[in-house]
């Protein structure tokens, strides 16, 4: 592995994405990207009792069926990493131990999709393994409860608020298995805060940490805006990536054609989710499905995703902090 | 630039940036569902009086409540309420209807981590906060009461 400039990497061995594999629910099988989707589920609980079960049931189903879908047996992966948005990581560890695959738990909010990618490419950078599965998701109604209101509580969002998305994406990395899809290098994201105190305001929140991110690769490679077919930041929804691009343009790049963000993409406008959708299962899912899908048919060349993550926790915020955000960015390349 | 200054800078940008609801629009709404749901008590009000006419205001308002806290929680239960709420915002929350749904969105809620701990101590977890408060300003609105009373 070679270090770039401050925080970028480049890996040396070839490490293939072999496959992707979303799972989303119903509201976001309705919306613009169903046709790219590998499972949409009707019942967003999974005939589970609790939404948290069927949480746990969502990940163990994505990641069974990623294995299967890329050839491999559960025996020849030698790692899983990943994470949720649930406290103490409960869905992750809950299905870890179902799979019997050894494990590591990360959190980085919603950007823990990037976060596992670059723990799992380094660790076949390494050598000493050969095949790791990558897989983050997150659930509305279990991160209703723990982050805001009882579900059937009657109030009104505020308009720059967003919806987090149910879903898991699973991607299995190998270093012996070759496919079209490779990751190239990345950069790992150092916390930023730029004082917003307003949870419901995440977009905002995050949209700095991607910018100083991306603002570090480009400088990092000595590359522009123009140099990747797509460049996809991970759920700072309408608003924050309105925000992201003034940022950016500050900085001097214009970002307008060939940029979107995953969570702004996710829905359609009449589906009432506000500036879009967020939650670590919206890069992953959108990851895993869209953007491996065109970069496998060749639309794509080379993608820069940078997943976003709003590292908040409900009781420091109402002690007056602000929240702090992270945000890591890889590089996928099609030979 | 220090990071103090930066960041003041960044939460006026964002607070001119992010959208606003538009307030003649919430109070319009709110105005419709609250009268909505006033229309409504008066309308059960006017109907137990025809049948019972010699009952008193006060037991035909308790009454009322009780009418109007069981279709709330009706409503909870079906999933219905929060939809008005999103539509009526404090129209919905304000009336007795408000503090209903309240409760009850928690007690479905918590349901699942048991009777004790979950519906029993989380019951109030949004009421509560509004109970505390009705409390403490009913509090000072009655000192202030008793000293302006005494001149």
Known sequence: MIKLGKQTYQLEKDISVVTGLSLVGQKEGDGPLKRYFDFVEKDDKMGEKTFEKGERHMFVKAISSAIKKSGFSNEQIDLYVGGDLMNQLVSSNYTAEELEIPFLGLYNACATMTESLIIGSTFLETGGLNNVICATGSHFSTAERQYRYPLEFGNQRQSYAQWTVTGVGASVLSSVKKSKVKIRKFTVGKVTDFGICDIANMGAAMAPAAMETLNAFFKDTNTTQKDYDLIATGDLGKLGSDIFKDLMQEKGYDLETNYIDCGHMIYNIDQDTLQGGSGAGCSAVVLNSYILNKLNTGEFKNVLLISTGALMSTTVNQQGDSIPCIAHLVLLEVE | ????????????????????????????????????????????????????????????????????????????????????????????????????????????????????????SKMFFVAGPVLVNGVAYSLVVGIVYYIISLF
Not at chain 2, 80 to 94: C, P, S
């Open chain 2, 1 to 120: 630039m220090n990071k103090y200054a930066r960041n003041e800078r960044y939460v006026a940008y964002v607070e001119n940036k992010s959208p606003k609801a538009g307030w003649f629009e919430s109070l319009f709404h709110a105005f419709l569902m609250g009268a909505a749901i006033c229309c409504l008590g008066q309308m059960f009000s006017d109907i137990i009086r025809s049948f019972y006419p010699m009952m008193d205001l006060l037991t035909v308002g308790a009454w009322i409540n009780i009418i109007v806290i069981s279709l709330t929680i009706i409503m909870t239960a079906l999933g219905v309420f929060d939809r008005l709420a999103k539509y009526g915002g404090a129209g919905t929350f304000i009336p007795i209807s408000g503090f209903a749904n309240s409760i009850a969105s928690c007690a479905i809620e918590y349901k699942k981590e048991g009777l004790v701990f979950g519906i029993g």
